[in-house]
């Protein structure tokens, strides 16, 4: 039955495409999948704060706090106060953190062509099923009471 092994399957495609994407991210740019989405996600939403950009990619703040601190020092991010919160910083793609993103994408745009040569005729079949499972989430357990 192979519905039952498509989660299986699935972790095992994400875990195959990641270590090989990060390969090449790192033999390209020196960063990893984790950390060029990061970028993508502050260079795509001006103003993003640490907090944003945790639940922008599905992270724990902490998780997020340690990556910042990682991209800021390689001189990728800066951290700026954000304007109307206190606490809060906005992220802003650099100079450098922009020519990053331009040295991977031959290898990204590689890497996207040999994942459609794969697919063929369904890799937008493929892109539009993941995209629905990417905002899959069960509904929680109704409480109807005693």
Known sequence: ????????LLQRAAHEL??????????AAGLTTAQ???LFAVRETPGLTQRDLARTLGQ???GITAMVQRLTGAGLLARDRHPDQHR????TLT??????????????DRFNAELHA??????DDTVAALA???????????????
């Open 60 to 62: 724990r703040e902490s």
């Open 88 to 91: 809060a910083v906005v992220l």
């Open 18 to 27: 990641r270590v090989d994407a990060d390969r090449r991210c790192l033999a």
């Open 132 to 146: 629905k499972l990417a905002g899959f989430r069960t509904p929680a357990p109704r409480d109807d009471g005693p």
């Open 1 to 8: 039955m192979p519905e039952q092994r498509l989660y299986f």
């Open 118 to 123: 794969l697919l063929g005729d369904g890799f």
């Open 36 to 38: 060029l989405g990061a």
């Open 95 to 108: 100079d450098e953190g922009a020519a990053a993103l331009e040295r991977i994408r031959p290898e990204m």
